[in-house]
């Protein structure tokens, strides 16, 4: 049985995921720039990886690493996007 | 007026704080006890479980290590020699039993200095001592030293007789007792004994005259012998200790012993061990080596000793690894590698993760006793029986729905169980109950205020620094306060310098209150660092947008992200050194971070959208 904790923890990654997700893809459609909101599209999957592994219990620091590295990752590329923006 | 501006923004923020704070809160409260239990049991299983990786890799590699010796030339090379008489390790037996019986019998002495002789004589415990056996037909006899008369034998044929009688068997060792009785109380010597078969054969006999007398003053002489024909080992070989010495690898072990098919072993590392004997005669049916070595006869493969003290004097536990050579499918004989703990005693004694009172300590499945040091070295290995119901749990491979057991000293403990499984040992693993329960309130509550704290703190800091009024879509601001126009007059390059310096700072700040930053958890905190200071950076080029909307947003955003990275970095250090602490903890910081990111999100998408 899964610890309560660790289930609200699961459930918040899985409706920030679907949320963000969601009005992701909107935007995408809406906008037909699939390349500018790439960044937030991946991070609304990486949120779901998290949450598996969260919900399996896959606790590696090795695969945390991983997992943590990237959140770095995908802000850098959404600050790369934000860094081209003329309106500054 | 300003601070009446900003009033219900603080208001605001210190509610939600408290709102936020309250809910989870209220959550760990309820299952707070079901959730420390699962979450404590989850660390001791996992430490444990390290633990048990870590022993069975090591016993893998010994296991790498008997079988480069079982396949190397020098083993072959060595089994395959002829086996030869050796008068020297007879007489190396005789005389260290001489001794050990001498002083037994002095000290049985001693215990009942008001007991006369015939006491002694008639005292079942007393002729158990003095009489023993001493290889194949060795053995100890005590005599009265006056006297010259021997009054415990083991053939009882030879009660009573005098010494005087070795003068047919050996005249000149007679003569050397005879003259040297009165003048050493310590004489040896070889002599031949002519058999039922009418064949003379070498013996070696040791005489220690006792120092203390019996209450009527009787004086006693411990004699052992023992047939020099007994001791077999390999023909000299020039060098052999170099043997085994070439190959580093095959170096790591207290000794190395070489048995023949038929139970002798012919050759040892360390000459001052077991050589020359045989482990099927009846007086080495107990050793530790004999046990294996008919253990692995009977199975033909590689077998465990379980953890054993050599010797009296010995403090630190050995154990044994036997397994058979072979060369082209006939049977050499067997290579025995005697190894030390302290590998597994560094494993098992590491207290990390196990905060004050958890320790971790192995115990024989057979014996039930201890036979790693505590954490506090509290008791005695292989003295301190460990009869406790996680050791049974872990003999029966039963799994115990109750985490918490008494331990070996009474207490209530937090306990888990890993099973050995060659050599037949348990891990067990304990932390006191009252430790696990009482840390984690007071961490708890000291936790959540600082959450509070941070909360409000930060929205304080935000309401009163940053001009939160909202604006209309596509206002220019009309305040521009000195300090968000020093910071949009930053270049890139500044920014990027002053977010690591921001970062560093944080993380030299924070770390001391832990395990200072030589030994922070860099493993865990890295991630975090890194994401803090793009985060940092995209706060401070959030002031740059002309367009007071999605400012506003992307500053708020990455703010909050922040804080979520920030509080992490806490928990990371907290729990690298006081252990893992629950989910629970997590959550606050982990749900502002994500309205960040959905805020961050629509910062992004109104900047683009111009």
């Not at chain 1, 609304?44 to 969260?54: D, T």
């Not at chain 2, 209150?513 to 401070?540: C, E, H, K, R, S």
Request: with cysteine; net charge positive.
């Amino acid at each position: 049985m899964m610890p309560l904790a660790n289930l609200l923890a699961v459930i918040i990654i899985i409706i920030t995921a679907v949320g963000l997700l969601w009005a992701v893809s909107i935007e995408m459609l809406k906008s037909k720039n699939i390349r500018l909101f790439m960044p937030f599209f991946i991070l609304s999957i990486w949120l779901c990886i998290s949450a598996a592994l969260n919900f399996y219990g896959v606790y590696d620091p090795q695969i945390w690493f991983v997992v943590e590295s990237f959140w770095g990752i995908w802000f850098l590329w959404i600050l790369i996007i934000l860094l081209k923006n003329k309106n500054v | 007026m300003k601070i009446r501006k900003h009033l219900k923004y603080i208001i605001f923020f210190c509610l939600t704080a408290i709102l936020i704070d309250g809910i989870f809160l209220c959550f760990r409260y309820c299952s707070q006890k079901k959730q420390i239990i699962q979450s404590s049991s989850q660390r001791l299983n996992d430490i444990s479980q390290s633990k048990t990786d870590q022993i069975n890799s090591y016993i893998n590699e010994i296991k790498n290590e008997i079988s480069d010796l079982v396949n190397s030339n020098e083993t072959k090379f060595l089994l395959k020699q002829p086996v030869v008489i050796d008068k020297n390790i007879a007489k190396v037996e005789v005389d260290q039993k001489a001794k050990i019986i001498a002083k037994e019998v002095e000290n049985y002495i001693k215990i009942y200095p008001k007991r006369t002789f015939q006491e002694f004589k008639d005292d079942p415990v007393f002729q158990k001592i003095t009489v023993q056996d001493i290889g194949l037909s060795g053995y100890s006899t005590v005599e009265n030293y006056e006297e010259q008369i021997s009054y415990f034998q083991k053939t009882k044929k030879f009660l009573g007789e005098k010494y005087q009688n070795i003068e047919s068997l050996s005249p000149e060792l007679y003569q050397k007792l005879a003259n040297d009785i009165f003048i050493s109380s310590d004489i040896s010597g070889f002599y031949k004994l002519t058999g039922p078969d009418g064949k003379a054969q070498d013996k070696y006999l040791h005489l220690i005259h006792l120092k203390n007398k019996t209450v009527d003053n009787v004086s006693l002489a411990v004699i052992t012998t023992a047939l020099v024909g007994d001791y077999k080992v390999i023909k000299e070989v020039s060098n052999p200790a170099n043997f085994f010495q070439n190959n580093s690898s095959q170096n790591d072990f207290n000794n190395l012993f070489l048995i023949n098919p038929d139970g002798t072993i012919i050759y040892s590392q360390d000459p001052n061990k077991e050589i020359g004997i045989n482990l099927n005669w009846p007086v080495n049916k107990n050793l530790t080596l004999t046990k294996i070595f008919i253990q692995s006869q009977k199975d033909n493969k590689t077998i465990f000793s379980d953890a054993f003290i050599d010797s009296y004097g010995e403090i630190y536990p050995e154990f044994i690894v036997i397994s058979p050579v072979y060369d082209q499918n006939k049977l050499l004989g067997y290579v025995a590698l005697v190894k030390d703990m302290n590998l597994i005693f560094e494993i098992t004694k590491d207290p990390k993760n196990l905060g004050q009172t958890g320790e971790s300590y192995l115990v024989d499945q057979m014996s039930k006793l201890l036979i790693s040091p505590l954490r506090h070295n509290l008791f005695d290995m292989f003295v301190q029986n460990i009869d406790t119901d996680n050791a049974n749990d872990c003999l029966t491979n039963k799994i115990n729905s109750n985490n918490f057991l008494l331990n070996y000293r009474g207490d209530i403990t937090l306990a888990t169980r890993q099973a050995i499984l060659e050599p037949s040992w348990c891990l067990l693993t304990e932390i006191n109950a009252n430790e696990i329960l009482n840390i984690s309130l007071q961490k708890e509550v000291i936790i959540s205020i600082a959450i509070f704290l941070l909360f409000s703190f930060i929205g304080i800091l935000m309401a009163t620094k940053i001009n939160i009024k909202l604006v209309k879509k596509n206002e220019p601001a009309r305040q521009v306060s000195k300090f968000k126009k020093m910071i949009s007059q930053l270049s890139l390059k500044n920014i990027i310098i002053l977010s690591i310096i921001l970062t560093v700072i944080y993380f030299f700040i924070i770390t001391p209150f832990f395990q200072g930053w030589q030994n922070a958890a860099f493993y865990n905190d890295i991630p975090d660092l890194f994401a803090t200071v793009i985060l940092l950076i995209l706060f401070f080029h959030g002031f740059k947008f002309k367009n007071i909307s999605s400012q506003k947003l992307i500053l708020f955003g990455s703010s909050m992200a922040i804080f979520d990275k920030l509080i992490q970095i806490i928990l990371e250090e907290y729990n690298y050194k006081f252990g893992l602490i629950s989910t629970y903890f997590w959550l606050p910081g982990t749900t502002i971070g994500f309205i960040g990111l959905f805020l961050i999100f629509y910062g992004f998408k109104k900047e683009k959208k111009l």
